[in-house]
């Protein structure tokens, strides 16, 4: 079944979305919010979740793809899918568990129940009834189209989304760099820092490869990680002084897709990233573990431990940092959930026994430090964004930081954006990419016949 | 201080085995000036962080103590991220942050009033040690708005001198496994 968007605009896009600005109606106006949540999160390749939160036939978790529940699973033949949860027959949501493990989904008002693949299996006295429930308007609605890249799962009702490797396009390069650095290339979701804000979910993605807030913002998580430091360079503290000069940078990959790239500025020797992790819980007495069973060896694996240091952010909800994988979920147009879902290596053949647990042993606190004593002063400026967006004679939001000045911005053959790494061409370029969205009109579908 | 951490391999055992079936009815502490005494502790603990006397709530915590915020309840924290898990470095971090005047969540400051209730206390595995639970409801104001955090709290407690210090503050919020708004305030 197609549904398709009405192609009348809500807005003039083009006198909204300017070259160096952009109106403030887009975080504040409800009838963008939801345009948006069709011609966004529904016409684009949104990020679902991870296949190791679904590692087994019949797993299942709850997820969004923009406002619509769905139930993100490995069906009963080991097929991905996202199905509606919402009963065919009242609408309501048949799956009220976050997750778990189930080969069928029982509606509890009427009974109605549907296989993992999204079948009806039948319905209470169907003698009742003189349809015929073999007919696959009965079945749940399922996401036409869902797609794993490494394990990250992604869905889209536009059935002319090309396929989701080439929609990540150039992105994918520094994804796979952030998967490959973990043994194996494998890594497994560890429970979650969930927060949320009042503020339009776009203050967090004009914020994903911003590297001009960082020493303000953040000023209090730097004093704190230096506090007791005779050379105070842990954490970001290469943000300090002047982060243009520092060999980081900002690229961007077109559809939205960009990275904050601060591994230049981390010596390229094992342990360079270890030594300025800032401290955490259990940091000393791992590390004597580690190098005392490893000798020089350990350096290497106590990198695991630290902080990635890239933001790699693909439109329009998946934000790789540090080691997290950060998902946007907008729940209106002044509401946002923010997971940030933590990461753990996966034991296997190529890590020397007992490594594995203590790396995650490091791991799982040096993770917990961002979300509690850096994110939550970010999420404040938003919602005071939020509150400042509300006086409606001033009107713009300027991004025009980077622009006009010659020699500063570079673009490869490929059409790769390359700037310092405070400009915010990264924004410039994503809001564009959303306003060309925002005047489509795609063709969104859903999908009755497993 | 900059101690060193003293978190490892022993440290998550032995949490596991303290936190693990210490509601017991035979663990019950009825002594009513023991209790009173528990008791005590917790409301010091809780006027303390009302008033914002952060470094003498500080001084509460034992040198090997633990502030603890599960991620969802019952998690393992070798297994799944915590809100927090902060050995007394960390703590003791959390505490700096907030008084840099920088930490933006926490400016204008949060007030408090903290409502503790329904205390019962059991025993450790020694008389110098004691698992208090209770009840709390958190209304907070800041910028403005008045919101409410509740949950139950699990004091490990050591004895110290006449009093206590805390080893293990763990906080049950009962929406811990949900998007929490600005958890930013000292639990």
């Known amino acids: ?450 | 201080m900059n101690q060193a951490s003293y978190v490892d391999d022993a440290f998550y055992r032995d949490l596991a085995a303290e936190f693990a079936d210490w509601q017991r009815e035979d663990r019950r502490i009825g002594d009513p000036v023991l209790l009173e005494s528990c008791r005590g502790m917790l409301h010091l603990d809780a006027r303390l962080l009302d008033e914002g006397r952060f470094e003498d709530w500080l001084a509460l915590f034992a040198d090997e103590c633990l502030f603890w915020v599960p991620g969802s309840p019952g998690s393992d924290p070798q297994r799944e991220i915590a809100v927090a898990f902060d050995d007394r470095r960390q703590l003791e971090g959390r505490v700096y942050r907030l008084r840099t005047g920088y930490a933006w969540s926490q400016v204008p400051q949060s007030r408090t009033s903290r409502i503790v209730s329904n205390v019962e206390a059991f025993r450790g595995e020694s008389d110098a040690v004691c698992m208090v639970r209770s009840t709390f409801l958190i209304t907070e104001l800041r910028n403005g708005e008045t919101r409410l955090f509740s949950g139950w709290n699990a004091h490990r407690l050591a004895r110290n001198g006449n009093g206590w210090k805390i080893l293990v503050k763990q906080i049950n919020l009962i929406d811990c496994d949900q998007n929490l708004r600005n958890p930013s305030l000292l639990l």
């Not at chain 1, 007919?135 to 009702?157: C, H, M, W």
């Not at chain 1, 506090?227 to 105070?232: G, I, N, V």
Request: some cysteine.
């Open chain 1, 1 to 450: 079944m197609n549904i398709s968007i009405s192609s009348r605009p809500v807005h003039d896009w083009d006198a909204l979305v300017q070259a160096d600005r952009a109106h403030r109606i887009l975080y504040t106006d409800p009838a963008v919010f939801q345009e948006e949540m069709t011609k966004v999160f529904g016409a684009v390749w949104v990020y679902l979740g991870h296949e190791s939160q679904i590692p087994k036939n019949d797993d299942f978790i709850a997820a969004r793809l923009g406002l619509r529940p769905v139930i993100l699973l490995r069906d009963s033949a080991g097929s991905l899918r996202a199905l509606f949860n919402r009963c065919t027959h009242r609408g309501s949501t048949v799956c009220r568990s976050a997750s778990g493990s189930a080969k069928a989904f029982q509606c509890p008002y009427h009974g109605w129940t549907f296989h993992n693949s999204g079948r009806l299996a039948g319905v209470p006295w169907p003698d009742g009834y003189a349809c015929d429930f073999k007919d696959d308007k009965f079945n749940l609605a399922q996401v036409p189209r869902v797609e794993s890249y490494r394990g990250f799962i992604f869905g889209t009702l536009n059935l002319e989304m090309p396929p989701l490797k080439e929609y990540l396009g150039e992105a994918a390069r520094p994804l796979d760099d952030w998967i490959d650095r973990n043994p194996g290339g494998r890594i497994a979701v560890c429970g979650a820092n969930r927060l949320k804000y009042k503020g339009n979910w776009k203050l967090a993605y004009d914020n994903s490869c911003d590297g001009y807030h960082v020493v303000f913002s953040h000023r209090s998580l730097l004093e704190m990680e230096n506090r007791h430091e005779k050379d105070p360079n842990k954490g970001m503290s290469y943000y300090k002084s002047k982060p243009d000069d520092a060999p980081m940078y900002c690229r961007c990959y077109g559809r939205g897709h960009h990275l904050k790239d601060k591994r230049p500025n981390v010596e390229k020797r094992p342990g360079a990233l270890w030594e300025i992790e800032g401290a955490h819980p259990g940091k000393e007495r791992y590390e004597e573990k580690l190098r005392a069973r490893l000798g020089a060896q350990a350096a290497r694996w106590l990198d695991l431990a630290s902080s990635e240091p890239i933001n790699l952010t693909i439109f329009p909800n998946l934000l790789i940092l540090g080691n997290h994988i950060q998902v946007l979920e907008p729940v209106s147009v002044d509401e946002t959930d923010t997971v940030w879902y933590g990461t753990a290596i996966v034991d296997g053949p190529d890590i020397p026994p007992g490594v594995t647990e203590d790396i995650n042993a490091l791991r799982l606190r040096t993770q917990e430090g961002f979300p509690s004593f850096g994110e939550v002063d970010d999420l404040t400026n938003f919602e005071e964004i939020q509150k400042g967006l509300a006086a409606q004679e001033d009107e713009w939001v300027y991004m025009h930081r980077g622009m006009d000045i010659p020699g500063r911005i570079t673009t490869d053959e490929h059409g790769i954006v390359t700037a310092p790494a405070t400009d915010e061409v990264f924004m410039r370029l994503y809001i564009h990419h959303w306003k060309e969205l925002m005047k489509a009109s795609p063709v969104l579908a859903v999908k009755r016949a497993p």
